[in-house]
């Protein structure tokens, strides 16, 4: 007789809920988030298979030599002093050099068709020891020589690159004074907010990969991790754009709207709202080919913020020697491609945490985008920042999010795990509010301490973001429906107390990226193989459908992984006789690329309602998906070998 195997949270959940059913030692939680309408589960970041694929990973510098040219900030004048090093240059010259450097300024060009993508560098300045850096010089490239005079042409063969940012206070007087007013504004207090965020780290992978980093979290006080949280896309755009601006914009990323010139500043951002209350705004991101707003995308053409990294990031990738580790640019010239991120962060907190409100979003890729163990070499250097910003005094008077877009897409955890699934879904969430505001607003970190444990999503984060700008508002209702998240007007801030019982539907999460629901596994073949066929047909459709059959090949079914059906808490009885959702792990025929669709099957008339564009890949498409460019589809176009064309 076919039936149904139970196997509790089946192939998708982390194993612990077997260990503790058999009760196994020592005792872990069963789930993140347990109320009648979501049952998110635990996931043991050290669980056995998972430990059988990771290995930490040492951090490798990208220079071995010193460097010649050195800078900081002067307190008394304001302004920046950068310093060549001659005792340095002797000593790896092994002679009596002279030093010559000099520098070239960076700019944006505004005036380009894609201003993103485009920079200006002006001539080569002369470099002296000891200069003051102008106000009107933002980022620099310098170079070094050393002279010799034993040399043929008086120059060694020993050149330095390098570069550097400076944050430069470009307020008025005016400016300053009103900025100084909203500072000390007891009554409506203006925090500083600065987002630091790691692209593609589960609270999972964050346990695994970096222990100092957690042990500096949990050891100052004010941090609340939000461990119900839920990521509401597939890759970083949706999920930050869904914090940014109240909406994930899947619809409009799935029209190609993205790629249409000007799209993306038409969109209404936090960091508009923020300042336009009296803020000065920062962006910084680095990998400038994976750029959130610009991977396969424009840009922006005005510049979104005061201080944007992107021209910046841009040159030095241009002009700097670039070197490759854990599958992404990683040394850019003689420094990691996310310390110029971090360097940037503090920065702008060092120059203007006196002087204005401030409002940043500092993202790295370099170290974690497609290597879920690296975060391992990066877990002592991230937690030196973060001990420096503290030096700083930011966490004094600052709101701090620590956050990611999701965990890992693809790759080994996700084609050799259980809890590939669940890391996928649950990026970390950091929240941290300082000591003034745990003193003025105890019921707002009552309602903190009761949220970490209830489903939330990036809507509530950026509902958050909209409470702080008017933290005297005291409930959900109050706040004006023109500023509530778009694509979820009843998600709240996190400072107001969530829902016990709440449903992914009610926080803004698809069933694709939701977590809550326990899964059984399907053993009947007959039944897992017909969807499999259909998901299949469904696919060779969709590739008709976008006019993609002349460079992508023709799917057919090689084998299925697993299928699960998932136990949707609260569904009506009369839906889930006829129709029911299952999660389908398969793989095709040609190159054997491994999906994950998430599909609504009705077992009673053989119809399926699936979206191909939500198919999860589950491993690399770099090598498959070279003759297209839209994000959306590399995931699922196996491109043909066309006859005398090498993809590039």
């Given at each position: 007789m076919n039936r149904m195997l139970l196997?509790?949270?089946?192939?998708?959940?982390?194993?612990?809920?077997?260990?503790a059913a058999a009760g196994q030692q020592p005792a872990m939680p069963k789930y993140f988030v347990n109320s009648p309408l979501c049952k998110m589960p635990y996931v043991d970041p050290f669980s056995a298979d998972v430990m059988a694929i990771y290995k930490k990973i040492k951090l490798k510098d990208c220079h071995n030599d010193s460097e010649l040219v050195t800078a900081e900030y002067d307190p008394?004048?304001?302004?920046?002093?950068?310093?060549?090093?001659?005792d340095l240059a002797r000593k790896m010259a092994k002679e009596n050099v002279t030093l010559e450097c000099g520098y070239q300024k960076i700019y944006r060009d505004g005036n380009a068709t894609i201003p993103d993508d485009a920079y200006r560098m002006s001539k080569v300045i002369p470099l002296t020891d000891n200069l003051v850096v102008p106000n009107d010089v933002e980022y620099i490239t310098t170079r070094c020589f050393l002279n010799s005079s034993n040399s043929k042409n008086h120059k060694s063969n020993i050149t330095q690159?390098?570069?550097?940012?400076?944050?430069?206070?470009?307020?008025?007087?005016?400016e300053l004074v009103h900025s100084f007013r909203l500072l000390n504004d007891e009554q409506d207090p203006k925090p500083n907010v600065i987002i630091l965020g790691i692209d593609s780290t589960s609270r999972i992978n964050l346990r695994r990969t970096m222990p100092q980093?957690?042990?500096?979290?949990?050891?100052?006080?004010?941090?609340f991790e939000m461990q119900g949280y839920n990521k509401v896309g597939d890759n970083t755009l949706p999920n930050l754009l869904a914090i940014l601006t109240g909406d994930n914009h899947v619809e409009n990323i799935e029209a190609g709207k993205f790629k249409v010139r000007g799209f993306?500043?038409?969109?209404?951002?936090?960091?508009?709202?923020?300042?336009?209350?009296?803020?000065?705004?920062?962006?910084?991101?680095?990998c400038q080919s994976l750029s959130t707003f610009n991977f396969h995308k424009p840009g922006f053409i005005r510049q979104p913020v005061d201080y944007y990294l992107r021209p910046f990031v841009r040159a030095i990738e241009k002009t700097l020697k670039l070197e490759r580790r854990f599958e992404t640019i990683f040394c850019v010239g003689r420094h990691i491609s996310s310390g110029y991120v971090w360097d940037f962060a503090v920065q702008f907190v060092q120059r203007l945490l006196e002087e204005t409100p401030m409002f940043g979003v500092f993202w790295s890729n370099s170290f974690t985008h497609n290597v879920f163990s690296a975060g391992s070499a990066m877990d002592h250097l991230f937690r030196e920042y973060l001990l420096l910003l503290l030096k700083l005094g930011l966490f004094k008077r600052s709101i701090v999010l620590l956050v990611s877009d999701h965990g890992y897409r693809f790759g080994n955890i996700r084609t050799r795990t259980k809890s590939g699934y669940l890391d996928e879904r649950l990026p970390m969430m950091w929240l941290y509010v300082p000591p003034?505001?745990?003193?003025?607003?105890p019921h707002y970190v009552a309602n903190l301490r009761k949220n970490r444990n209830r489903l939330s999503s990036n809507y509530d984060v950026h509902m958050t973001l909209q409470h702080i700008l008017q933290l005297n508002t005291r409930s959900h209702e109050a706040f004006d429906a023109r500023i509530k998240a778009k694509k979820c007007p009843n998600c709240r801030s996190l400072f107001f107390e969530l829902p016990e019982n709440r449903s992914c539907s009610e926080?803004?999460?698809?069933?694709?990226?939701?977590?809550?629901?326990p899964t059984t596994t399907v053993t009947n073949r007959t039944q897992y193989m017909a969807v499999a066929r259909a998901v299949v047909q469904g696919m060779n459709q969709h590739l008709v459908a976008k006019k993609l059959t002349h460079l992508c090949e023709n799917f057919?079914?090689?084998?299925?992984?697993?299928?699960?059906?998932?136990?949707?808490?609260?569904?009506?009885?009369?839906?889930a006789a006829t129709e029911h959702v299952y999660v389908l792990n398969f793989q095709t025929v040609y190159k054997k690329p491994k999906f994950e669709a998430t599909v609504r099957w009705n077992p009673r008339s053989s119809t399926l309602k699936m979206n191909v564009d939500e198919l999860s890949r589950k491993d690399s498409y770099s090598a498959t998906a070279k003759c297209v460019k839209d994000s959306l589809v590399k995931k699922y176009c196996i491109c043909k070998k066309l006859p005398g064309k090498q993809h590039k």
């Open positions: 196997v509790p949270f089946g192939t998708l959940f982390s194993l612990v809920a077997l260990a008394k004048l304001k302004q920046y002093r950068v310093h060549t090093r001659l690159r390098d570069a550097m940012t400076f944050v430069q206070d470009h307020l008025t007087p005016e980093v957690l042990r500096f979290l949990k050891n100052l006080p004010g941090w993306e500043d038409s969109l209404d951002y936090i960091w508009q709202h923020f300042k336009e209350a009296g803020y000065t705004t920062a962006y910084a991101e680095d003034w505001f745990r003193k003025k607003y926080a803004g999460i698809t069933e694709k990226w939701c977590t809550c629901h057919q079914l090689n084998s299925v992984e697993v299928m699960d059906r998932k136990e949707i808490l609260g569904e009506r009885s009369t839906t």
